[in-house]
């Protein structure tokens, strides 16, 4: 069986940081990219960052380059997102995913270059306070 748990959310100030953390499993960590999405009410769900299992690069949206870095840990399957900086606008609902590619910041859509998303998990809550 697939999964992907997400865990780490929560409620912070804003300035604060949270570091997320997504185990995989039932699955060949190493054959996809990886990466996070969010997802806030009433917006557009946005490609947070991902890691490319070709050669390890990264994307990362602009609305959070300089405050979050995703890292993963392929001997754990695990991949982590380390949040600093957070502000009011980062509350959404993150999502862990193993798209096909980390290309661009459609990444995690079915739009060319990319292919989609194979695997995503249900998500864990950051809430930001002001």
């Known amino acids: 069986e697939v999964q992907l748990v997400e865990s780490g959310g929560g409620l912070v100030q804003a300035g604060g940081s949270l570091r997320l953390s997504c185990a995989a499993s039932?699955?060949?960590?190493?054959?996809?990219?990886i990466g996070w999405f969010r997802q806030a009410p009433g917006k557009e769900r946005e490609g947070v960052s991902c890691?490319?299992?070709?050669?390890?690069?990264?994307y990362s949206a602009d609305s959070v380059k300089g405050r979050f870095t995703i890292s993963s840990d392929n001997a754990k399957n695990t991949v982590y997102l380390q949040m600093k900086s957070l502000k009011p606008e980062d509350t959404a609902v993150y999502h862990c995913?193993?798209?096909?590619?980390?290309?661009?910041?459609?990444?995690?859509?079915?739009?060319?270059?990319?292919?989609?998303?194979?695997?995503w998990g249900q998500g864990t809550q950051v809430t930001v306070s002001s």
């Open positions: 995913a193993a798209p096909y590619h980390c290309i661009g910041s459609s990444w995690f859509s079915s739009e060319p270059p990319n292919r989609g998303m194979a695997y």
């Open positions: 039932g699955f060949t960590f190493d054959d996809y990219a």
């Open positions: 890691i490319s299992s070709s050669d390890g690069s990264t």
